[in-house]
Structures are given as C-alpha cells and as structure tokens.
C-alpha cells in the first residue's frame, strides 16, 4: 500500500516514515501543504497521513479540495489541535479518521489498518482467501495454519490483491504500491514478486489476465 505522509516536524515526520517503511508500506513525504495538493494531483495513495499546520497551505485547505474534485482517497488526520471544534471541522472537511499528537505509534498503524480495510470494503481484520490467510496487524501469513516467510516487497504486492477479490490491478498500479519516490523501480519486479508468491502460496493464488492484470479471483 502507498501512504502520503504530510508532516513538517522533522522529527515526527522521520520518526513515522521508518515506522510504516517498517511496517511494509510505499511512503511518499512532504513537509508543507503546496508540496501536498501537488502529489495528491499527480498520485493516486492507498490513505493519507496529514498534518493541519503546515507551511504554505493549512491542511484543512488541501482536504477540502481534494474532497471537492470527488476524490475518496482515505485521509487520517495527526494533529496537536486537539480542541472538540477543531476535530469537528476535521471531520466535517471529510476526514475518515482524527488522531491528536502526542499519539501512540501502535495506535496509530491500528487506525491506518482500519482505514485501508474500510476503503477496500472490508470489516474482518484478517484477509482469508481459500487456505491462505494473511494478518496486516502483525504481518503474518499463513497456508492451512502453517506460517509462510514473505519478503516485504511481496508482502506489498500481495495485500492489496487478497483484500479486493476479484478486482484487477495492473502492473503499474501494483507498482505504485510497490514504491515510493525515491526508489529504483525494476522492469521486471511485479512478475518477480508474483511468481515468487505462487511458489509459496499456491499457483492459484494470483491469476494473471493477459494485458490486463494480476487478481486474487473471487471464492
């Protein structure tokens, strides 16, 4: 999954970016409310980390106008405005979800993975496809109650195809998941990552649409 962090303490902000690279997650960073609308222009994220006092532009501002041009995109707000009215009008702008600074890291990834569940239509927190069973709280898989070792990379690739069965992901949005900025993307990655997740979950995993995609088929 790819995450916008939009944060300008330095501290907070590398602090949570190791957190989530950690935590297997694609994390883009940017410091100010500028640098955020434009990435949220040229990017398409899985959920969006973000701050309301920023240089530049407040975040409220950036949340309402991504909101304005219909993007549903997941936002959690991380603030230290921690006023009743001013978490109201978080959520009122169209935030998902409000966390007050100084907040637990733990609770933290708790509230992203329940985010990224809601967006993908889902309320069970393990993602069950056949015998294969993986838990994003603890980043655990499984085949028939036996534990698999993914690497993170394909961990990445195969989170977002077993939460939305039978939904189509071609290889360059499975590669947005895959990377962030910074990264050297290989040409060849995904159908790496997916032969390597076949050989260790089961050839029937992840099928293959010729020119299309990659999914997990519906049970």
Excluded: C, F
């Excluded at 993914?150 to 499975?174: D, F, K, M």
Aim: glycine share 8%.
């Amino acid at each position: 999954m790819r995450l916008l962090l939009v944060e300008d303490d330095t501290m907070i902000g590398e602090a949570v970016l190791d957190l989530l690279r950690d935590e297997h997650y694609a994390v883009d960073w940017v410091r100010d409310g500028e640098m955020a609308a434009t990435a949220l222009l040229a990017q398409h994220y899985d959920l969006v980390l973000l701050d309301l006092g920023l240089p530049r532009r407040d975040g409220l501002a950036v949340l309402a106008e991504l909101r304005e041009r219909g993007d549903r995109t997941p936002v959690l707000i991380a603030t230290a405005r921690d006023a009743v009215a001013q978490r109201i009008a978080g959520l009122d702008a169209g935030a998902d979800d409000y966390i007050v600074k100084p907040y637990a890291l733990d609770e933290l990834l708790a509230r992203i993975r329940a985010l990224l569940r809601r967006a993908a239509g889902r309320a069970e927190p393990v993602y069950t496809h056949g015998g294969v069973a993986i838990h994003p709280a603890t980043s655990e898989v499984t085949v028939d109650g036996a534990p698999v070792v993914l690497t993170a990379r394909e961990w990445a690739v195969l989170e977002p195809l077993i939460a939305r069965p039978g939904v189509l992901l071609s290889r360059a949005q499975l590669e947005e998941k895959l990377y962030s900025w910074k990264d050297d993307i290989s040409s060849n990655a995904v159908e790496v990552y997916v032969y390597g997740l076949r050989r260790k979950l089961g050839s029937a995993l992840i099928q293959n649409v010729r020119g299309v995609g990659y999914m997990v088929p519906k049970s």
